[in-house]
């Protein structure tokens, strides 16, 4: 009767050890596998935007004949048809119109103004023979790069086998470098993949994040300092805190139809600017910095308040002479943290028109602009082959950001937060 | 007694109009808690009013139940189909189905990671996976869209041609599952803060009786923490009915009523982005529907949020 139930006992045993094995399995796999997604997503994205920050450029050897470019002012010369004459003279045997145009393909559109801006700063080099670094076309430029499979049939693929040739003559004479691609990083967005650059989305952002944060954080701190310290315990607190922990949770593109309905119809807000995209963001994280401040004014110890006040310090002068000072560094981490968030926002943006094709840099928070996160959307939408590199690269950047202002408020919190 | 009276002087003096400053710095905060409020009232007033102009031109019946959508008014009144037709179903089913792949994929997940750390996992791992998961909670979406059109959209398709399927390039299932990554993180560090409020003494107590730790996992920890998790599920849903633009970069343009998860639906904020970017006319039907969409969105994820965290509430009430 006892060795019955004694292997019962066993046998039940060793199926729940089994159980308790298979359990932990399971979560160990779901971690396994979401994190998968994390290193999937970011290591693909950083093998396509890596090369993004080299550009391919190619040497050409040019007169510069001085009857044909008057020193006195060679912003009216006419540097693409002499461009154009050198890149014929490197290879005379063309004939046909076809030929020609694709021998200018191979570089960049507006290698004529890199020339005459070269010209402008040595003008000494007028009536000699010179030679230029121009900007390789964003199809060589993808085919250096190992982009453009060259195994396919020539009219299925952007580079033909002519302009092969032309790009292996170059090869051969060392006239084609790859240099680290500064234009990615100081220029504005273009409807050519190797001129584009994200300072214009970058400046678009900081601006608009500057106009957030500047009504965000005062906003939020004096509104986390009234319900946490000042607000009777009654329904008018309670509705309030409600309806923050509600804001949290809307969807961010109603935030952007709030933008549009009442900063641009209402109000006649300039429209794509960082102003309104700021004050859209600012609604946005207001949420998130009232409830970090709350917490933080909540981990200031009650002994701080009872000795201003038993020193005679009114209500108003404790909370800002002590408590909010203490409170500062979690009031400032949550706020970061919170910025961070608004940086990588893109529906609102697009509500408010901060979508549109912009090439200057925006000068201040009333230009026209665009962000770095609507600049990827807008890459992303690009079927040239070009911006899947630039995206990519742009995503990288919007990342390296993110992670800075993350570790900024972890960093800000460790060196400045008491605990008590 | 001199010095005394002055000092009388002093604090009766003094109070009285630092009483003053101290009432303007009060209100002054009371005015700025209250911006959150006046936001709601914004957005409520803003969507309720272009709302209440769209059901002026279309009938509020034929945009809850009208089986097509397609919002292109013609130019000219004469053509075919110039007035549009403004049935939001296969929004809303398109918006249903893609959140429903992504909270397939995202609950298990999510759950067995926030049961594995905050039950199994070493301090080490914990300190580790934990920052990881936030990460990839800290991510943009515009990325995830990215990576969904780049990655698992062309993916799904190749695996699905080798075994005979045909699979849209903008399929729901490339967004559904794409979202359903961005909320793992959202229902992990929901679920692990609902299971660590689970008393220790009910732990003790199951081990106590000879219960093996998976078994007092499922059996006394998930009954107790079953409404906080509900409740975190009910947010998840809420993100993945707002989410925007993960869909707007992999789902599809075109309104199919469909529930098969291979071909391409839209959603509710695909259609709000695709009507307000670009060139609009104010007032047209075509815009204002946008606003009444925004408006339907806003209800239904109020809704689920009210209930959600009034659930969270409750429950970590219930053990406190």
Known sequence: ?????????????????????????????????????????????????????????????????????????????????????????????????????????????????????????????????????????????????????????????????????????????????????????????????????????????????????????????????????????????????????????????????????????????PRSTPLVGGMVLALMTLPTIIIASRAALRAVPPSIRQAAIGLGASKVQTTFHHVIPLAMPGMLTGSIIGMAQALGETAPLLMIGMVAFIVDVPQGITDAATALPVQIFLWADSPERGFLEKTSAAILVLLVFLIVMNLVAIILRRRLEKRW | MSQDETHTIDIIGKPSRHKIQEKIVTYFMLLCSSVAILTTIGILASLTFETFAFFQKVSFLDFLFGLEWSPQTALRSDQVGSSGSFGAVPLITGTLLISAIAMFFATPLGLLSAIYLAEYASKNVRAVVKPLLELLAGIPTVVYGFFAALIIAPFLRGGGENVGLVISSESALAAGLTMGVMIIPLISSLSDDVINAVPQSLRDASYGLGATQTETIKEVILPAAIPGIAGSLLLATSRAIGETMIVVMAAGLAANLTANPFEAVTTVTVQIVTLLTGDQEFESAKTLSAFALGFFLFIITLCLNIVALKIVDHYKEQYD
Do not use: H
């Open chain 1, 1 to 269: 009767m006892t060795d019955n139930i004694n292997i019962l006992i066993a046998s039940s045993n060793a199926k729940r050890q089994s159980a308790e094995r298979s359990f932990r399995v399971y979560g160990i796999f779901a971690i396994i596998l979401s994190l998968s997604f994390l290193f999937i997503m970011i290591g693909s994205i950083g093998l396509r935007g890596a090369t993004a920050f080299k550009q391919s450029f190619v040497q050409i050897e040019m007169e510069i004949p001085s009857d044909k470019i008057d020193a006195d002012n060679i912003k009216r010369a006419r540097f693409g048809k002499l461009l154009k004459a050198a890149l014929r003279d490197s290879f005379p045997d063309l004939k046909s119109r076809k030929e020609k145009k694709q021998l200018y393909k191979l570089i960049s559109s507006n290698a004529e103004y890199s020339i005459r801006d070269q010209v402008l700063q040595s003008p000494e080099i007028i009536g000699t023979k010179a030679k230029f670094w121009v900007r390789a076309s964003s199809d060589v430029d993808m085919y250096l790069k190992g982009y453009i499979d060259t195994n396919i049939p020539e009219d299925q693929r952007r580079i033909s086998d002519l302009q092969l040739s032309w790009i292996g003559k170059f090869q051969d004479a060392g006239q084609i470098e790859s240099r680290f691609n500064t234009r990615f990083f100081l220029g504005g967005d273009s409807r050519e993949p190797e001129q584009a650059g994200i300072l214009g989305a970058v400046i678009g952002s900081a601006l608009s994040l500057l106009v957030c944060f500047l009504i965000a954080f005062p906003l939020g701190v004096f509104a986390a300092v009234y319900l946490e310290e000042f607000a009777p315990k009654g329904k008018l607190s309670r509705v309030i805190e409600i309806n923050i922990n509600n804001l949290a949770a809307v969807p961010s593109i109603v935030f952007g139809l709030l933008g549009l309905a009442i900063f641009l119809n209402f109000f006649n807000l």
